[in-house]
Structure formats: structure tokens, C-alpha cells
């Protein structure tokens, strides 16, 4: 009967190592790729969802991931309040509505023919 029952312990404890493990990939992508804002892994998730382009067989893996990402998010909001460092592409986006807001208000030479 012990042996059973360790037995049982060890595959619910296996089972659920390994979902978690595998789970909160959206969220994970998402705050190593450097997006910024609150809940961007299920943003993302839920994009993939409602996209047209997304196959048929990703589709229920996201719908698998999409609560266990919710969570991840949910833990790492307090890292998504206080980051202020920037991805290269953050910084690059920065920049071009720096120079578009330049040439906004200093309009481009055009040559006199």
C-alpha cells in the first residue's frame, strides 16, 4: 500500500514538474524579448488566437499555455512595474518618433530645379 502510494506521489509530482515547466512560454518569450507594458505574454497569446494566419495545430497549444502565461505575467508584474531598462528595439522605435517629431516641425529641403 505504501508503495502505491509513493508511487502515486512520484507521478503527480512528475505530472506537474513538467507543466510547469513547459507552461507560461508566451509570457517567458515575451519579457526576454524586451516588450514592454503589463500582461505582454497574454497579449501575445491571445493575438495568436484571434489571428487568421495561425495554424490550426498551434492553436490548442496556446489555448493550453494561455492560463498557465497569465499567471507567469501575473508574477512578473512587479518586474514589468519597475523596468525601466530597453530592448534595442524600444530604443530603436524611440528614436524614429524622435527624428519624425524633428522632421515634423523642420520640413525637408527640397531642391529648386
Known amino acids: 500500500m505504501a508503495t502505491q502510494m509513493m508511487t502515486l506521489s512520484l507521478k503527480v509530482l512528475l505530472i506537474s514538474a513538467s507543466v510547469a515547466v513547459i507552461s ?12 514592454q507594458g503589463y500582461y505582454p505574454g497574454t ?30 505575467d501575473t508574477v512578473l508584474l512587479p518586474w514589468d512595474m519597475l523596468r525601466t531598462d530597453k ?19 523642420i520640413p525637408p529641403v527640397t531642391a529648386a530645379n
Open 87 to 105: 530592448s534595442a528595439r524600444a530604443k530603436v522605435e524611440e528614436s524614429e518618433r524622435r527624428n519624425q517629431a524633428i522632421n515634423d516641425v
Open 24 to 35: 507560461g512560454c508566451s509570457s517567458v518569450m515575451t519579457h526576454t524579448g524586451g516588450q
Open 43 to 72: 497579449k501575445a497569446s491571445y493575438q495568436l488566437l484571434s489571428d487568421d494566419q495561425t495554424t490550426w495545430g498551434l492553436k490548442p497549444f496556446v489555448a493550453l499555455d494561455m492560463p498557465f502565461t497569465a499567471v507567469m
